[in-house]
């Protein structure tokens, strides 16, 4: 039996004869569209979409601080003269300890000025030294990856637990020739320790939120807790870093303590709340107490972390970035443990 084959229908001369032939058009009928790009470009720039005018006011409002605080200087200065003179006219030696204690008051002023100053400084570094990495990572600029190597290993000079891994990190340095991977040796070295330290900050101040919460009699007291634990966790991860913001400096970690605050103060919790965030059948075993103590404590658990990515001098790559669901194991086991006892 023979295998099939096509067989052609027709002749290759009647094919080669019904051949089309290429159409044309004569250049007399072609036609120039219209750019509706361009029209459309026009429009979009005349549309609403236009960028909103920036807001007056701001040269009025700054003088109006200005001119205020001046005002309230001048007004001190005054009453501090005043009550030095009435000093040294009741007696001579009340005036010399009264002009003294002024003397202090004002150096400890300077003082205080020279490091709120600082810490703004400081944050502002570790901004910048965070976005240089950033662009390190990407562009792969060997200059750029010494300078922030360099930074980092001299913002970290000063630390004793950190000592062995800057030598490491000494050595490791002097023989590579890759910008970006020096930056993820850097974060491996210096970042590793300080973010398992991070960590362990923040679930001991999630634990702490959540026992309190569940053995506090009344709601005030647990809202009076969670905001200083916030407060704190927000100072000891600042200070870990490195950052040691003064009270000006700490107001750009506030905007995350009050984001928690809004959420905790008014929530409402529900057996469905509670399966949804620490797991299905859970919510069941916990009183209403303990699972408001759990909710209470992943909040926590979301400052720490808004305050490790504000402070952190270099981008996470090498390391994983902490979140919430890393923490709700340790939280339930506290619960679990917690409605065990009662």
């Known amino acids: 039996m023979r295998e099939p084959r096509a067989v052609p229908t027709r002749s290759p001369e009647n094919a080669g004869n019904t051949a089309r032939a290429p159409r044309a058009f004569a250049s007399d009928r072609a036609e120039e569209a219209e750019d509706v790009f361009k029209d459309s ?7 609403d979409v236009t960028p909103e005018p920036r807001r007056r006011g701001g040269f009025w409002r700054g003088l109006a ?9 001048l007004g001190l200065g005054l009453a501090a003269e005043r009550l030095i003179r009435d000093l040294f ?6 005036g010399w300890v009264g002009l003294g204690v002024l003397g202090i008051f004002v150096l400890a002023l300077i003082v205080l000025i020279v490091r709120e100053i600082a810490g703004l400084m400081r944050l502002r570094m570790l901004d910048a030294l965070r976005e240089r990495a950033a662009r390190t990572l990407v562009s792969d600029n060997l200059k750029d990856a010494r300078a922030v190597a360099s930074h980092v ?10 000592a062995k891994a800057r030598d490491t990190l000494h050595g490791d340095l002097k023989h590579q020739l890759d910008g970006a ?5 850097t974060e491996r070295a210096i970042m590793a320790p300080l973010d398992r330290k991070a960590r362990a900050l923040t679930a001991a101040s999630a634990r702490r939120v959540a026992l309190v919460t569940a053995v506090a009699p009344r709601a005030l007291i647990d809202i009076a807790f ?8 927000a100072r000891n991860l600042a200070d870990l870093y490195g950052a040691r913001p003064g009270l000006f400096g700490f107001l750009r970690l506030v905007r995350a303590i009050l984001a928690h605050l809004a959420v905790t103060g008014g929530l409402v919790l ?21 699972g408001e103590g759990v909710v209470n404590g992943l909040m926590t658990v979301r400052v720490g972390i808004a305050a490790i990515r504000v402070v952190r001098p270099l981008p996470f790559d090498t390391q994983k970035s902490p979140v919430v669901t890393d923490f709700i194991g340790d939280l339930t086991r506290v619960a679990t443990e917690k409605t065990a006892q009662q």
């Open 181 to 185: 991977e020096m930056i993820r040796i």
């Open 65 to 73: 601080l200005w001119t205020g605080g001046t005002l309230v200087s």
């Open 89 to 94: 006219a009741r007696y001579d030696w009340l």
């Open 153 to 162: 290993l001299e913002l970290y000079s000063g630390r004793a637990e950190l």
């Open 226 to 233: 969670i905001v200083f634990e916030s407060f704190r966790l």
């Open 270 to 290: 529900t057996d469905g709340l509670v399966e949804q965030l620490v797991g299905q059948g859970l919510a069941a075993k916990l009183s209403a107490r303990l």
């Open 41 to 47: 470009a026009e429009a979009l720039s005349q549309s």
